[in-house]
């Protein structure tokens, strides 16, 4: 079951990360730390194997992958010596990343769709893969301006052939990805799939698709977090997150506009499990020192019994890439087995990887755990 | 149903709290925060009202819960006025509690046992109560040297026969809430009912008994998020806690033995979650300025793919009273219903309010409050 | 030497924390925590004493001192109890606080500072005060507009003889204060004093003048820890404060134009201490469940010898009005010690109060301190 | 002016970096973060140049400082790729490391003194150096058991002369140190200089010692806190610190009896400037995974007008080695300054860099730093 992975945002930290470690895992050099999809409740599930996993994917920027990778020991995400040994499966994903094909931005968008369709269509069979799956895990985008196109497959058809640009980047490359046969993930807050027309043309198609935003932080402890305070009928009463984030992310979220995206996915978790809103809010600071490292900082004021006032607040310093490539594997192998099993449409049981699960409002992690265990082992049964 | 909570203890703080505010509650002054019994998951469940509860208990001092409720109320435990108005309600769960009774911290062992049933049973019978649930509430004990008369309740009957001591002081309680027909809590680390011979004599006589060591704070935030790294596949590498505790609980923890049953029981949700050993450990300081307030700091090390290094820090600070009482509640309300429905022996079901659940290895929070509701309505349901 | 206390502002929380403080000072029923003029250092400098201070002032609202005492001994600012002995005094400093004049928001600003000469100098005469110290404790203003007014003395008056509009309203009432002979202090960030213009006239009338933004908490902090890495040569790198905020002043400074005003005030220290700019920024969020208390949370990463990078984070929970209050007795008996002392223009040695010290770069507190001292026994020193 | 730097522990971490770091100042690989000393208000004091100091020492391991380099670089302590370039260099500090000589630990104490005399007289002629300073960098030592040789230092001689061991490691040290003419820095809580008897034998021979223990980290934050709450007039009332450390010291430092010099000199900051005691403590735990690192969280409540209870929390994460080791260069330097300058016995004037200070009550970072310059200064200026 030789499956491919399609990274839009290749070159980035995170498709780094990911094509590094999934070469580390192959070669036996590491373990799978941080790969849930490893966890023994999901021994005897028919995943693709780490062995057979081949990459590709685009990007507008066209440094090296092993040139990226020793950036990314440089600033101690990936360890050192590792790309040195990796640099012929470096390579080979090197060799199937595509520059961003012209009308992503802007021009015409019907002929950059088919352009990535050639692109996905050419990368499957070249390699003679049974699936490819499509990762988003490029810069996040602001949110879509509304456009009658997106209420359906035909309409959006009819406006990309009238040479309209209707959807967001984001759902360009759904767009394609869905066109060319292939399931499709979304690792950011951009809209992605998230259109009906896209949702018609996945059902149609028979392809799964998944997301937004991945869960890899603050919002993770906040989905254990949140629950916690329900089932003890303590009474949230504020939860102020502030996220300081260097690198290439920190600076896209730096941007007003796009930062909608990511707040509305990061605030989703607290109305949903607590009930009710609170004071507080999330709030994103860049700090270019920080590199490929974040801090989060949670205070959140409760009431307990007869009133009393109370206080918990935590510290989360990790390292985004670190955290994220593993769940692109994982997401990557959960959405072949969806594929491979026949679900077409949002895959609301992987809500436990995301933010903002499509076609969920559960956001309690435990309970996206044993959803993601029972889903995972009845997809992945034998006929 | 009308249920007598005995509270060995009854006037600490937490035990005092626990009485105001059932007073509270029943004079509609104050919300149910904190009580985890009236969530709307146990809408149905034959639980004992707070109309039905009354309380009696056994203390070595002698201030009024009056008094102890004003002094509680400049700490800033319980709102101001509260005890004012509360007083008839006060003064007549005043009435009902006793001195420990001449043996029970030394001496005639058999003689202490038999004055407490003497006591349990004049409340029940007095009051009229249907069942009484005994809740030790005092402070934690050393633990328990290994006796012979441990081993069955017929060697417990004959050392006691013999005028010998077995029995700690909270176990002493135990067997004789047990003799008296009453269900036991153990809010604790002591020993309790947690003795081969208790055991048996509980199953004797058809009574349940649950414990230990309510889960207030610090550890309550452990048995979420160590579930948490465990599903994320992130590798704890160490897990460092740091207790500064004002108040009564602060001096009693602060005597090298005492404080070893806490740090056990404290210790236990890491392991059995993780599945694994981590660097670290639990360290409690006596903080006398603090007061009724308690500031836990957790300081967690990770690793996740490839190795990276990260860390999790929270800072919890909380009202050890009034995080306990309503869980007091909560357990007098659910123990008088496995009691009701004929449940003998431990209660694991109830491991969901304890660090060291008695009958259960789980310490996942999620799961152990799946298994109370689920248990709550079985229990409950009509025959 | 009675010494009148002029509150612009003088039904909030600050200046109502003030006037009570004052007064439990006077009944020597409180010590005089937080009082920095009370410190050994000053023994021997004729400040006027607590017995000798008399307060006025100006306010929009009209709730009464006593009302809004009591309401700050709910908020746990002010000691419950506290109000009810000292509503002679509140009730005395009431009558003495006057509306804001028609004027001061819209309509004739050179009616508007006559009226509040007319105030100030019906205080001094009518309570036989030797001098008057105003103290601006209002809510932030936005940074001022430029205005050709503003250059100087006579410029300002020709400006108001016309009937313009030329002043903010903070250096309407810094403009009033010094026409009536009084000096003035501002402890918010707003434009106060710092005009040219009134520059001119408080040098002219031989009247000292002292500010801006009172530095209570983070900033606090932020002037000993920023002169600490300087002295040991660490490389401070960012430095991120975040600011969480009750109450009316979160309120007001969740104006995007009015927190301008203090997000430049509160970020001088560190350009000043270290040497350099750096990454981060000061942040703040308007919290309203914290009510009058805030938190701040300032993480800063540095780097040591051989490129090594290290973290410190603090978090600070105060009440600002409890802060603040004895801040400006201190400034009050400090300023008149000034005017006294023949002090006219601003008073760069009171830097020490100060976020951004009017006529000072220095920022470090240690330094402020020596200064301030040094200061306050030569202009206290018998002629 | 050829500067020996004979360190006791030269294989230790805090050595290894002292030495890596020395070499690469020297060839301009890096800037001097870290370094008082080259702090501008050094400007001009005739300290010895980085390109004159020599190492050398003696240890009880003998793993080359190549190999301790490359550890550490792995531990992310050193740049990865600097010891490569500096081998050289440290073989050549490497070649002038001595193995500890029998009777240091256990057996003839004079004999050992001789050997250390021996190896210090030797390593100055034999590299023609101006002057050595001895520095202490091992691991600390319980307190000393008294012993009437202590108390001068003829006492001391004949007792040496006897054949017994009066003298506590650290102190067998310092006194050889002494006798060969030599300086002595102890960077440690052990006893090193500080008897009546060494005391003697430093002001007799005209040599200059300083001590003890290095602030780097906790106390050194403490250093600055404290005089501020002082300054403010704000009255702490508990201050709990819990330092996490890894490696060696926190292994040394998991030892009970050796924790208690530790805790003694870092509690000391604190009444000092406080003027009175607090709650709370400093705690030390053993966390192995932290490695190099440590992590110290302070806790501290105060007081403020009215009663007005606060926190400040600090968590200060760093790296011990890269923290004390341009400590030991500076010191080596000014206590070089201070022989050549005929300072003799104890030099509280460097208390800037000790938790400890020697002949010092002062523990205020900024008054300790006004200190040290206007005293590196006199001392520096020409006759």
């Known amino acids: 079951m030789r499956t491919g992975i399609w990274l839009v945002g290749a070159r980035g930290s995170v498709a780094t990360t990911t094509v590094v470690g999934a070469a580390a895992l192959r070669a036996g050099l590491v373990p799978a730390t941080g790969c849930v999809s490893t966890l023994e409740a999901f021994d005897g599930v028919p995943l693709p194997g780490f062995d057979d996993l081949v990459f590709g994917g685009h990007d507008v920027v066209d440094t090296s992958l092993v040139k990226r990778a020793e950036q990314l020991a440089d600033a101690g995400v990936v360890p050192r010596g590792l790309p040195g040994v990796l640099t012929a499966e470096l390579d080979a994903a090197d060799a199937e990343i595509r520059p961003a094909p012209p009308g992503t931005e802007s021009g015409d968008q019907a002929a950059a769709a088919e352009a990535v369709v050639a692109d996905l269509t050419g990368f499957r069979e070249r390699l003679g893969l049974d699936r490819v799956v499509v990762v988003n895990v490029s810069s996040t985008q602001p949110p879509a301006a509304p456009h009658p196109a997106h209420s359906s497959a035909a309409a959006l058809r009819e406006a990309l052939a009238r040479g309209e640009r209707p959807l967001p980047v984001s759902s360009l490359y759904a767009y394609a990805a869905l066109r060319a046969g292939c399931a499709f993930v979304d690792f950011t807050p951009s809209t992605g799939a998230r259109l009906p027309a896209l949702d ?184």
């Open 200 to 383: 018609e043309l996945a059902r149609e198609r028979g392809l799964p698709y998944a997301g937004s935003d991945g869960k890899t932080g603050e919002t993770l402890v906040k989905s254990v977090l949140a629950p916690m305070f329900a089932r003890r009928a303590l009474r949230v009463r504020s939860w102020s997150g502030t996220n300081l984030l260097g690198g290439g992310d920190g600076a896209t979220l730096a941007d007003p506009e796009r930062v909608v995206s990511k707040n509305a996915s990061k605030g989703l978790v607290l109305e949903a499990e607590l009930g009710h809103a609170v004071d507080g809010g999330v709030h994103i600071h860049h700090v270019p020192d920080l590199g490929e490292w974040k801090t989060a900082w949670d205070h959140v004021t409760f009431e307990g019994f007869l009133g009393a006032r109370m206080t918990l607040q935590f510290t989360w310093q990790g390292c985004d890439s670190s955290l994220a490539a593993p769940l692109v594997l994982d997401l990557a192998r959960f959405t072949a087995l969806a594929h491979r099993g026949g679900v077409a449409g949002p895959v609301p049981e992987l809500g436990f990887f995301f933010k903002d699960p499509v076609g969920s409002t559960e956001h309690d992690l435990a309970a996206q755990y044993a959803t993601l265990v029972e889903w995972a082992r009845a997809v992945g049964a034998p006929a």
